[in-house]
């Protein structure tokens, strides 16, 4: 089968002229390094997260780093976190020198399982790193019971819930340290960059050091270099990008849950009993829809690569897959872990799959998105 419809990306960035402009403008200002743009777009997320202090870095990966080192994790210190999320969760506990330990996930939110975390407490745990995956925190009450209860730091990587709340308060606006990105697929982009929120500005002067190589400014006549600090600044072009895309935030956040809805609608109440997949959670009080997830019913090895093959070839559509269990990376296994250990997040790290979700999206394309899925689901076995 062909289809005449032009390509559906699984997601696509939206920049407006105004802030193409202004790229332009800095480009052309003779400062393009960190500077007033970075500043202004501190002092506007700072704002956003109500009122605590803010910093930005080039990633979102060296944001959790620089959150793990604020929090004081060292080698021999044990770090808590999921195995369904991008490898930088883990990653940069290994990369400060700590242990990575991970807890299996719950197959409801998909997200870290708060009593198997519990469970994975030892006396040499420091701090856990929280996912809130497609944008669905986790309960966040519950989450700082314990983190209170056994004296842990955490470091919540929010990359993907910038826009999702919690009993009516922003992720970020309250907390320990919270971590975002602004990669190029988050609902808001500067193309690469990141951001930690803090919980004071002895926090937000120790993260300026940590970002660009322990420098500290002694009085006019000089530098000195206290603790080890990399380079992690965000350019005032990036900066830029930001504070222009920062002003859609809410119709972003608006515009998703629409879509999302609209998902739910068209896919309708017996789509998981039609099919046997699995909808994400309709988590409209909390969830900034992110990525809309579904979890495919399982038709033996193979299953999502054949999804993913016929939902390009046949109906041009774009999907993708969030996330592979990091455990079972060579690098993990190196480490001793080994297949069996986590199910759920094995069982939903192969089934899971990501439909199209971007801020330009249309309630059309959902449609055809769902109608796609309900060809390819509901149909026999293509004859061979
Ligand atoms: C995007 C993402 C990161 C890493 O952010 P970068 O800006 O790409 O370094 C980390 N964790 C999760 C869950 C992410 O989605």
Not at 330 to 340: A, D, N, P, Q, V
Request: hydrophobic share 40%; charged share 20%; proline share 5%.
């Amino acid at each position: 089968m062909t289809t005449a419809s032009a390509f559906l990306p699984f997601t696509r960035p939206t920049i407006d002229e105004e802030t193409i402009a202004a790229v332009g403008e800095v480009l052309r200002s003779g400062w393009i390094t960190t500077g007033p743009k970075n500043a202004a777009f501190e002092a506007l997320l700072s704002e956003y997260f109500g009122g605590r202090p803010v910093r930005t870095f080039n990633s979102g990966t060296c944001t959790m780093e620089i959150g793990l080192r604020i929090a004081g994790v060292k080698p021999g210190d044990e770090v808590i976190t999921t195995p369904i999320s991008w490898p930088a969760t883990a990653n940069v506990i290994i990369e400060v020198g700590a242990t990575p330990v991970f807890a299996d996930i719950d197959p409801v939110t998909r997200n870290i399982d708060l009593d198997k975390l519990e469970a994975a407490i030892t006396p040499r745990t420091r701090a856990i790193i929280p996912v809130f995956l497609s944008g669905l925190p986790v309960d966040m009450d519950r989450l700082y019971a314990i983190a209170d209860k056994h004296k842990l730091r955490v470091i919540e990587d929010a990359a993907q819930a910038l826009g999702s709340t919690w009993k009516g308060k922003r992720i970020g606006s309250f907390g320990d340290l919270v971590s975002f990105s602004f990669q190029v697929n988050k609902n808001i982009t500067t193309g690469e960059g990141g951001c930690l929120v803090l919980n004071n500005l002895e926090e937000a002067r120790l993260a300026e050091k940590y970002r660009l190589q322990g420098v500290t400014r002694s009085g006019v006549d000089g530098i000195d270099v206290d603790v080890l600090g990399g380079k992690y600044n965000m350019s005032d072009i990036l900066a830029v990008i930001g504070l222009g895309q920062m002003k859609h935030v809410e119709a972003v956040t608006a515009k998703r849950a629409e879509l999302a809805r609209h998902y739910f609608d068209c896919f309708g109440p017996d789509f998981e009993a039609r099919t046997g997949a699995q909808l994400p959670l309709q988590a409209f009080d909390t969830s900034n829809f992110h990525l809309f997830q579904i979890i495919l019913p399982d038709r033996g090895p193979g299953t999502r690569a054949d999804f993913m093959t016929r939902m390009q070839k046949e109906h041009n559509i774009g999907t993708g897959y969030h996330y592979a269990p990091i455990h079972l990376f060579t690098l993990y296994r190196e480490r001793g872990f080994k297949e069996g250990m986590f199910p759920i997040s094995e069982k939903i790290g192969r089934l899971t799959v990501t439909l199209p979700m971007f801020n330009s999206m249309t309630k059309d394309e959902v449609e055809r998105v769902v109608a796609a899925v309900n060809a390819i689901l509901t149909a026999e076995a293509p004859a061979q």
